[in-house]
């Protein structure tokens, strides 16, 4: 990958609306050049995936060469978690990982259908505990303090509910009360004050996103001029995502960011923001399908990352150390999959 120079500058409380564009003021400028460099891999493994940081240098993924190992990447070693019970490697999603190496995601036993959300417990891979009968649960965040967060189908066909396992009653699933009942609802994350990120699905595929602590429920609310609301993450009070413009057409989507204090703004070039550290610098993917992905701070874009001369390049959430995990696919599924680490040095 060749390096690229780039210049950096159960009640509903108050909505939080998304406003016009705005202007930023100027932000201090730092000059760096983003590099990838690849992750370890055991001897002879050819394909893993690298989807989730621990926001202090460690990296988290799946092997999927034919097996389907969650794997921890820190301190320039590879540490297996174990197997995960899937169809196969591609049936292993690798969602979160917190500073103390608590892995959550989910797998796909069957190709048929239906997911079931785990976390792993030191170096093993267990289920996440879910009511009898449960056709589906996936595992989505989890914050440092363990408290993880997803979603659960009680059966087939039922819509899907928005649930919590708290870090204080390991062996419990406590689905989130006060959100609109009726329609779908998934916890896309969970922030350290243990504030849930909600996205709401209506029947029709419209969506709507909600932040949920303690029963308390604010509402993200589009402009006038846009519908949909599709939060992705949440961290230190700041969430990412993207809105959808009334009126129609294949370009319609933008990326918008909202500040700790419930401000929002639309995000320069990007038809989606994906994830935001700590700091609020916030990676997306820009408009236009253009390849490659958006970093932004401070609301300015200040980088853009291209996929490279090969392959295809998916990227991971950035952490609070402003790593970005990513993995370059080269080819069809008999193809290389290089996971590897973005940084700005």
């Given at each position: 990958m060749r390096p690229v120079r780039l210049a950096?500058?159960?009640?509903?409380?108050?909505?939080?609306?998304?406003?016009?564009?705005?202007?930023?003021?100027?932000?201090?400028?730092?000059?760096?050049?983003?590099?990838?460099?690849?992750?370890p891999l055991p001897a002879g493994v050819r394909k893993a995936r690298a989807t989730a940081s621990d926001n202090d240098g460690g990296y988290?993924?799946?092997?999927?060469?034919?097996?389907?190992?969650?794997?921890?990447?820190?301190?320039?070693?590879?540490?297996?978690?174990?197997?995960?019970l899937a169809w196969s490697g591609y049936g292993v999603f690798v969602t979160d990982v917190n500073r103390s190496g608590v892995i959550v995601g989910y797998s796909a036993p069957t190709m048929r259908g239906g997911y079931v959300a785990f976390?792993?417990?030191?170096?093993?891979?267990?289920?996440?505990?879910?009511?009898?009968?449960?056709?589906?649960?996936?595992?989505?965040?989890?914050?440092?303090?363990?408290?993880?967060?997803?979603?659960?189908?009680?059966?087939?066909?039922?819509?899907?509910?928005?649930?919590?396992?708290?870090?204080?009653r390991p062996g419990q699933m406590v689905e989130l009360t006060g959100l609109p009942t009726g329609n779908w609802t998934n916890a896309q994350g969970v922030d350290e004050d243990g504030t849930?990120?909600?996205?709401?699905?209506?029947?029709?595929?419209?969506?709507?996103?909600?932040?949920?602590?303690?029963?308390?429920?604010t509402k993200l609310v589009a402009s006038v001029s846009a519908v949909d609301v599709n939060a992705h993450a949440i961290s230190a009070g700041r969430v990412v995502g993207s809105i959808t413009l009334s009126g129609g057409g294949a370009d319609n989507l933008r990326a918008v960011?909202?500040?700790?204090?419930?401000?929002?703004?639309?995000?320069?070039d990007g038809y989606t923001a994906k994830s935001v550290n700590r700091h609020g610098v916030v990676?997306?993917?820009?408009?236009?399908?253009?390849?490659?992905?958006?970093?932004?701070?401070?609301?300015?874009?200040?980088?853009?990352?291209?996929?490279?001369?090969?392959?295809?390049?998916?990227?991971?959430?950035?952490?609070?150390?402003g790593g970005i995990p990513a993995t370059l696919s080269?080819?069809?599924?008999?193809?290389t999959e290089t996971p590897m680490v973005f940084r700005c040095s």
């Open positions: 950096f500058a159960a009640v509903f409380a108050a909505a939080i609306v998304v406003g016009p564009v705005t202007t930023s003021t100027a932000a201090e400028v730092v000059v760096c050049t983003w590099k990838s460099s690849p992750l988290a993924g799946n092997l999927i060469d034919g097996i389907s190992d969650v794997v921890l990447w820190k301190n320039g070693k590879v540490v297996e978690y174990g197997q995960v976390r792993s417990v030191g170096t093993k891979i267990e289920p996440l505990p879910v009511p009898a009968g449960t056709y589906s649960s996936t595992a989505t965040g989890v914050n440092d303090r363990g408290d993880i967060v997803g979603h659960y189908n009680p059966a087939f066909g039922e819509r899907a509910r928005a649930v919590l396992w708290p870090a204080d849930v990120l909600v996205v709401e699905t209506t029947s029709t595929g419209s969506t709507n996103s909600f932040l949920w602590r303690a029963g308390v429920v960011e909202w500040d700790a204090a419930g401000n929002g703004r639309v995000l320069s990676v997306g993917l820009p408009r236009n399908f253009q390849p490659g992905a958006l970093v932004w701070r401070g609301g300015t874009l200040d980088a853009r990352i291209p996929e490279g001369d090969t392959g295809q390049m998916s990227f991971g959430p950035i952490g609070d150390d080269i080819g069809d599924v008999t193809g």
